[in-house]
């Protein structure tokens, strides 16, 4: 049997979730109340650089964190890493947890604070 690769992972989870760029994602929060950004970035990464709205929860605490900051199944949230990889594995974590309402921005950093700020 071979050892499954972060990528072939992160390709399984982008066929089952909704995958955004920085400006489609814009829109959906800008439309959107109550919106949440998830930067599921390491807390060093967020902390040297993070979006103005954003709210970081590394992507190995998301189970345990996100139900107590967002009980309410059907809320748009956003989740973004460096690059989309982690984003779109957090994003079928919460789908699979039963948010409805999940995209990940699977777009560079840099091109998505360039947009939200």
């Given at each position: 049997m071979m050892i499954k690769s972060a990528s072939e992972f992160i390709m399984?989870?982008?066929?089952l979730i909704n995958c955004?760029?920085?400006?489609?994602?814009?829109?959906?929060?800008?439309e959107s109340e109550?919106?949440?950004?998830?930067?599921?970035?390491?807390?060093?990464?967020a902390e040297a650089s993070q979006l103005?709205?954003?709210i970081n929860i590394s992507r190995?605490?998301?189970e345990m964190k996100i139900?107590?900051?967002?009980?309410?199944p059907d809320t748009l949230i956003l989740?973004?890493?460096?690059?989309?990889?982690?984003?779109s594995l957090a994003a079928a974590r919460l789908q699979e947890m039963g948010y409805t309402n999940v995209y990940?921005?699977?777009?560079?950093?840099?091109?998505i604070k360039a947009v939200f700020g």
């Open positions: 399984e989870a982008q066929a955004v760029d920085a400006i489609a994602a814009k829109d959906l929060y800008d109550g919106a949440l950004i998830i930067d599921v970035r390491e807390s060093a990464n103005i709205a954003s190995g605490l998301i139900p107590n900051l967002c009980p309410e989740t973004h890493c460096a690059g989309g990889g982690r984003a990940a921005i699977t777009a560079k950093f840099e091109d």
